[in-house]
């Protein structure tokens, strides 16, 4: 899924998924900041099915019809500032703002050893493929960060010009990226795939 919101010059964002308390960090890289939130929603059940059935029962919603079993969404800000002079245009700073959010699963019931086991095995996997969905978006903000550096356009009075470049090239950056983020979901979710492996573990009997 992708979401797609305008804030200052723009805004662009995606949800990726596992298909089917809050806590806040934050992290500066160059002209780039990072704004991390995590939410869970609580399963019981006794089994490693009886989890399955949980987390498709109340996961979040990927799709119209469908609950993922976690998800990843981010959503992007450039504050771009811009001079000219003698009609030279130059964007002179681009400060960007990724903020992810990820959506994870808590078993809130008590377990046996065994399905504890299997639940922190399954709940690392999870993990893991959510924060790549967060690295690929960090690797996008890197990305456009160096696509628009040192713009500059001549004739360019009111810098109008120099603006809308730097919006088409971050569009443009998102949608290469994005574009990774699908194929990455593809892979993960194909037949035989890492998390058909790791529900497989999770409930077997």
Known sequence: ???????????????????????AA??????????????????????????????????????????????TGYAVDWDLDTSQDNGVCRLRRANGTLNLFYTFPRVASATTPTLRKRWTRFFAGVRAH???????????????????????????????????????RIKATNAAYEAKQLAFDAREHRDGGHVQHLVIALVRP
Do not use: W
């Not at 690295?135 to 160096?146: F, G, H, L």
């Open 1 to 23: 899924m992708r979401l797609a919101v305008l804030a200052c010059l723009v805004a662009i964002g995606a949800l990726f998924g596992l298909a089917s308390a809050a806590s």
């Open 26 to 71: 934050s992290a500066a890289s160059a002209g780039t900041r990072v704004v991390v939130k995590t939410r869970t929603y609580d399963i019981t059940g006794n089994t490693g099915l009886a989890l399955m059935q949980a987390m498709d029962r109340k996961g979040p919603k990927h799709g119209f019809m469908t609950h993922a079993i976690a998800l």
């Open 130 to 168: 959510e924060e790549t969905h967060g690295r690929i978006a960090r690797e996008m903000m890197r990305a456009t960060e160096r696509s628009i550096s040192g713009l500059r356009i001549a004739d360019d009075r009111f810098c109008y010009k120099t603006r809308r470049e730097a919006q088409r």
